[in-house]
Structure formats: C-alpha cells, structure tokens
C-alpha cells in the first residue's frame, strides 16, 4: 500500500523511523505527546496470507494540496473511512472477480443493497417492476417507496418471460429480478426478460443471492445490476450483515456510488476481513451444499408426506428448465409442499419436531434451517400457487447446511413419522 497516505506521513509526526531528518527538537518531550504519537520502530517486511484489516474514519493527507484534489483520481484516491479502506477495497476487487463485475458497492445489510438500487436509480414520477415472489423486506421497500416517494411499483408473475415487454410503460426505469425467486423458488426466464427491457431501454437488478455470484453470472447475461447479501455465504459464519451491489459499467456505478455516499452508508473494516476469510472457500462450500441439499430434496420427493419439492435442480420446480440452461450448480436452499391434508399446526409441529435443524431467518453457514410459510397471504397478486397446479399444501423451506445428510434425513424421517402421521 505505498500509496496510501499512511504510509509517510509518520515524517511529519517526527517518528523514530526517519533518522536522516528529525533532529531531537522534533521528538515529543512530554508524556502526554508520546501517548498519543509515539515513535514507532516496526520492521518492514512481515508478510502473511491474511489481508491487513486498515480501520480508519480519519484518512491522512500528506498536504492542502491532497486534502482540496477531492475527485481527482491522480492524486490521493483515499479520502474518508466510510467511503474505503484498502480493505474494503480488497473485498470489492475479490466480489467483482467471482460475480464477473467491474465494480462494487458494500453496505451494511443485504436490504441496504436493495435500497441503494431503488434509491440510485429511481426518481418520483418512475416506475419499478418487481416479481410477485421477491424477497419480503424488497416488496415492503417497494411499497413504502410508492407510498411516501411518488415512485409506481407494479409485480409481475415471476413465470412472465417474454411477456414483461406488455407490462413496460414509458416511464419503467427499473426491472428487478430474483431467480430462484424467495421461498418459493420459481426460476425465472432472465434472457427474455433483459431482453425486453434492453429494448425499451430499461434498467434490470437481479439478487442473485442464491448462487452467491457463483452459479448464475448476471453480467454474461447483460443485467445491468446484481445484488448479494453477503450475510449467507460470502460470510458463511452466520455472523456478519453485509450486502454488495456489483456492476459492469462505470457511469451506473458512479451513479450508485453517489447514492451511498448521500446515503452515508458504509461498512466496517473487521466485517470485511470476516468476508474475505471466507472467499477462499466460497466455491468449495457450495458445492458441498449443492450435494447435500440435492441428495436430501431427492429423498423428500419420494415420501408420501410431500407433494412437491421446489428445488431449481428437480423437473418439479418451476423454471426447471431455465436454470438447465443458466446455471451451473445450485446452493444449499430450497422447498417442499407438504401434501395438503395437512393442517398448518401439522407442519408448525413439524418443524419444531426437528432437532438439526434450527428455526431462524438467515441462511448461508454451516447450519441447517427449516421455516414453514403460508405462501397463499404473500402472493396479493395471485400468482400462487403456478398455473397448472392442481393444489398447494404448506411450504416448508429447507437450509441444508454441512451436516452429514444421514443425520439430516433421519431427522427429517423422524419428524415426519411423529408429527405428519395419517
Ligand atoms: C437475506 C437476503 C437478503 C437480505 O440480506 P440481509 O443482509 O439479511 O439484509 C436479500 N435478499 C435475499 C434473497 C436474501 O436471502
């Protein structure tokens, strides 16, 4: 980091390390003064796999001149703690890798990348299309930015495809996207989407949550904007809240970038070192989902107590065939129908009859997690259950972590022996 400003601005402060030029008068006499500017002696020269953690609000400049160049890329590129850090900026470069980006913003929560999409490039009098099955705290935005900001929010049935070209009205600035959509897994025809909306000159966002970056590259697919809530498996720990908007174009992302920075939106240093300790073996740990969670939805689609099981990699799921042709794996989330003779306080009891696997929002670690929903009160616009189907029991959605899924089956087995009999 030779250039960041840290690194000689210990001249100034009269540090030990500069022994050609600091006669004794510029050494701190009082005790007070050394507390707070001590002259340090470190050895240059340590080196480690581990990237340095650089905490900072205040970043130094070594003169005015570097202070007052604000925006002027030639001189000093750091300027305040919230905006970056080089090791914010390690995480960036390391997202933008794996997803196929040129570009990310950090934020401190996965809906905090939400909102710096709606907020970076909607106006009051646009309009947004949203698929009826995104993720929850995504439509309450909505609904609150068409509430309170004059901006149209209009969902879309997530099967639409082609289709979407009849919904875009002169004033639709943003399409966004989620596939495997939220809980109840649908995958989308993104191609026919984008499609319609490059014609129309529409911007797209995908949260591409689901594949981590790493099954479905949006940016080969000519989204304009990919989410991540880096909460699930960036971070994998089940710790860290964190969220990144990744680009492939400059303007959109400066465009974005101001918007965080209005927005005083930025992240700490030691949660992005918790992110980056993770990457390395981000592909690895999905794979080990992927397995698991195929071999325990297969399991599922052979028991009597399941009507369906949504998961993108099985012909039950709808889309199936989208993500045939887009993906190239699938990660540890997805869903079943339980038949519907049973009751809601069936499969409530259900769930709770589970010992490995917890009850909790979240997802991404190395835990199992199971949530019922009633997907029948999420779906306002009548998109649920798909056409086609002839019924639509309870849903239970499924976080296969990297237990061992003998443990995993036999607990869904016993579960249902116990509480799903008859
Ligand atoms: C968890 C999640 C988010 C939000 O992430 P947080 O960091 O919890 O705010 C957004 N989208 C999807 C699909 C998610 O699963």
Known sequence: MSDHPHSDSTRDNGSAQDDTATPDTAQPAFLQTLAVQPPLDI????????PPTHRGSTVVFRNLAELRAHG???????RYGLHATPTSEALCQHLAQIEGARHTLLLPSGLAAI????????????????????????????????????????????????????????????????????VTMEVADTEAIVAAAKARGVLTAIDNTWSAGVYFRPFDKGIDISVQALTKYQSGGSDVLMGAVLTADSALDARLKRARMLMGWGVSADDCYLVLRSLPSLPVRLAAHD?????????????????RVLHPALPDCPGHAFWRRDFSGASGLFAIILHERYSRAQVDAFVEALRLFAIGWSWGGARSLAVPYHVQTMRPQGTWPPAGWQH???????YIGLEDTRDLIADLRAAMETRLAG
């Open 291 to 307: 397995r698991a969670a195929r071999e325990v939805a297969e399991w599922l689609a052979q028991r009597p107590e399941v009507a």
């Open 392 to 398: 639509a029991g309870e849903l239970v959605r499924l």
């Open 72 to 78: 002027d890329k030639s001189t000093t590129y750091w």
């Open 115 to 182: 909102s710096l999409v709606y907020f970076g490039t909607v106006k009051a009098g646009d309009d947004v299309l949203v698929p009826d099955n995104v993720y929850g705290p995504n439509r309450d935005h909505a609904e609150w930015l068409a509430r309170d900001f004059g901006i149209t929010v209009r969902y879309y049935d997530p099967m639409i495809g082609a289709g979407i070209a009849a919904l875009i009205h002169p004033n639709t600035k943003l399409i966004w996207m989620e596939s495997p959509g939220s």
């Open 43 to 50: 050895a240059p020269g340590f080196a480690s796999f581990s």
